[in-house]
């Protein structure tokens, strides 16, 4: 699938949520800022193809910002790779998944029997966290606004699904209520020259 084109304008952000970290069938646990996993092939593969997807686009990034998180950093590593310049990424703390908490790598069953499920879905429409969690909301709203406001280069930003939605909280962009990316998908928010800020796409997988 073929991203939007951003007009011209001001920078744009791109915002990329790492690859897959469990492999198919995989059992997989709730897992954040604790668990530093490592790609799977498969979530290489994707890395891959978001690296050759942005390329095709003529989409060249000033700068990247990533996660500490292995996860992060190998999913930049291979999109960074079919860039035409060479780009160092550099880890960012506010791009950090959120801790769990109680739940932090605990089987999806247990975690829904803990908190319920509409305190997962009030997490993934408002961004309301769950009891528990370790989200530090106020100061990743602050960090997401400041950056996208000010931010001066066209920039790759690859974290977590947890920390990207604040990215749409921030600006009250959330896109019919729906604020989670999938694995190996992208969100492009695009200043414009009058510095008005653009939702162009969310939860795009190439």
């Known amino acids: 699938m073929s991203g939007p084109m951003p007009p011209p304008g001001g920078p744009m952000f791109v915002i990329v949520r790492?690859?897959?970290?469990?492999?198919?069938?995989?059992?997989?646990?709730?897992?954040?800022?604790?668990?530093?996993?490592?790609?799977?092939?498969?979530?290489?593969?994707?890395?891959?193809a978001l690296g050759r997807h942005f390329a095709q686009q003529g989409w060249h990034?000033?700068?990247?910002?990533?996660?500490?998180?292995?996860?992060?950093?190998?999913?930049?590593a291979a999109i960074l790779a079919h860039q035409p310049a060479t780009l160092r990424p550099e880890p960012c703390e506010w791009l950090r998944?959120?801790?769990?908490?109680?739940?932090?790598?605990?089987?999806?069953?247990?975690?829904?029997?803990?908190?319920?499920?509409?305190?997962?879905?009030?997490?993934?429409?408002?961004?309301t966290p769950p009891p528990g969690w370790i989200v530090d909301a106020p100061e990743r709203?602050?960090?997401?606004?400041?950056?996208?406001?000010?931010?001066?280069?066209?920039?790759?930003?690859?974290?977590?699904?947890?920390?990207?939605?604040?990215?749409?909280?921030?600006?009250?962009l959330a896109p019919g209520g729906a604020l989670k990316l999938a694995t190996g998908a992208y969100g492009l928010i695009v200043r414009e020259a009058d510095g008005a800020l653009r939702l162009a796409a969310w939860d795009v997988r190439p």
């Open 97 to 127: 998944e959120i801790d769990h908490g109680p739940d932090e790598d605990r089987p999806e069953a247990e975690v829904v029997a803990r908190i319920g499920p509409q305190a997962l879905a009030a997490w993934d429409r408002e961004g």
């Open 141 to 172: 709203l602050h960090a997401w606004q400041a950056f996208l406001t000010t931010a001066a280069q066209p920039t790759l930003l690859v974290t977590s699904n947890g920390a990207a939605r604040f990215a749409l909280l921030a600006l009250g």
């Open 61 to 76: 990034f000033g700068r990247a910002l990533v996660s500490p998180l292995q996860r992060t950093r190998a999913t930049a």
């Open 18 to 48: 790492h690859g897959n970290t469990f492999a198919a069938g995989e059992p997989a646990p709730r897992i954040g800022a604790r668990t530093d996993l490592p790609l799977t092939p498969a979530g290489v593969a994707q890395a891959e």
